[in-house]
């Protein structure tokens, strides 16, 4: 729909941080900094991750009736992200 390459770019710029700089995995980083209500696996929050993109970049579509600029596209990448990592926090 918006190019697989604009998600394989984002995921590469949120997950993996740069290797030189020795930053913590996002999801090793969640785990040891957030507290969760309840633990889901990273597969369930990279899933309720995709479901929210697709919807809210549906939403968007329709209702602007244009197809998403790339900036956009990382904008509603964020936002479903962070509901996606932080979402079940206490």
């Given at each position: 729909?918006?190019?697989?390459?604009?998600?394989?770019?984002?995921v590469k710029k949120y997950f993996f941080p740069d290797e030189k700089k020795r930053?913590?995995?996002?999801?090793?980083?969640?785990?040891?900094?957030?507290?969760?209500?309840?633990?889901?696996?990273?597969?369930?929050?990279?899933?309720?991750?995709?479901?929210?993109?697709e919807a809210i970049a549906k939403e968007f579509s329709a209702t602007e009736g244009?197809?998403?600029?790339?900036?956009?596209?990382?904008?509603?990448?964020?936002?479903?992200?962070?509901?996606?990592?932080?979402?079940?926090?206490?």
């Amino acid at each position: 729909m918006y190019g697989w390459n604009w998600t394989v770019k984002n995921v590469k710029k949120y997950f993996f941080p740069d290797e030189k700089k020795r930053k913590e995995r996002t999801f090793e980083w969640c785990e040891k900094n957030l507290a969760y209500k309840m633990h889901t696996p990273e597969v369930v929050r990279i899933t309720q991750m995709l479901n929210l993109l697709e919807a809210i970049a549906k939403e968007f579509s329709a209702t602007e009736g244009d197809s998403l600029k790339e900036l956009q596209f990382e904008k509603l990448f964020v936002y479903a992200f962070s509901w996606a990592m932080a979402g079940l926090c206490d």
